[in-house]
């Protein structure tokens, strides 16, 4: 699975957009960028994926660039408990997919 | 509460001392995965089923640790002489797996081990 870089944290004002960046420059056609989060003390709670085009759900949207070489996932309205630690990963999602891999992550912390 | 749950959340034990944990993956998901989360990291890969059967071990799986799925329901995960390096949270993923979907993992809430 190829390899991503988050910023280490990150801060955002409540009720404004917050925007986290992620660089896959390594990823292959049958990749898919995933998003993860993971609030202190509970599991990872799964946020989005996607191949090529840009996705929308109830939590987030995720930008992937043309050359997918690089996607920002965006929550729109960002709230206390959206405080959390967010995971980029890239994965093959075919039949021999497997495991997570998770790196460090990016620490976002939302203000008051 | 339909979601993965994981028993007990929290365990203190002695070094030396065995400890088994428990996950139960959402109905019907026909694999679990195992992960371990030191303080700092990102989980990282233990061990996973498909259905009843262990289709892959970690390195990080030393023959102290063992783990299972008997019935393709829930799953232990046992370690034996735990050291204080064995303190972590354990984590379990659970998902519907098919060779054609993009399956996504579905996490517990973790045990978190404390090895004095």
């Known amino acids: 699975d190829a390899k991503t870089t988050q910023p280490t944290s990150m801060d955002c004002a409540e009720g404004r957009a917050a925007n986290l960046p992620c660089n896959h420059s390594?990823?292959?056609?049958?990749?898919?960028v995933y998003w993860y989060r993971q609030i202190h003390s509970q599991g990872p709670q799964y946020i989005i994926h996607g191949l090529k085009n840009n996705e929308t759900n109830e939590m987030a949207s995720l930008i992937i660039t043309e050359d997918r070489k690089s996607s920002t996932l965006i929550l729109p309205h960002a709230t206390l408990r959206d405080t959390a630690v967010y995971y980029c990963?890239?994965?093959?999602?075919?039949?021999?997919?497997?495991?997570?891999?998770f790196g460090s992550g990016t620490q976002l912390t939302v203000l008051p | 509460d339909t979601g993965v749950s994981q028993d007990p959340r929290h365990k203190i034990t002695k070094r030396g001392q065995n400890v088994t944990f428990r996950c139960d993956p959402i109905s019907e998901h026909n694999r679990l995965y195992w992960y371990r989360q030191t303080l700092g990291q990102g989980p990282e890969f233990l061990t996973y089923?498909?259905?009843?059967?262990?289709?892959?071990k970690s390195r990080l799986l030393s023959d102290r640790f063992s783990a299972e799925r008997p019935k393709g329901s829930f799953s232990t995960l046992e370690i034996q002489r735990t050291e204080q390096g064995d303190s972590a949270m354990y984590l379990c993923?659970?998902?519907?797996?098919?060779?054609?979907?993009?399956?996504?993992?579905?996490f517990g809430p973790g045990t978190r081990l404390t090895v004095l």
């Open positions: 990963i890239v994965r093959v999602a075919s039949g021999s997919a497997r495991q997570l891999t």
């Open positions: 390594t990823i292959s056609g049958n990749e898919y």
């Open positions: 089923f498909q259905n009843e059967a262990q289709l892959e």
């Open positions: 993923a659970s998902t519907f797996r098919t060779s054609e979907s993009t399956d996504t993992q579905y």
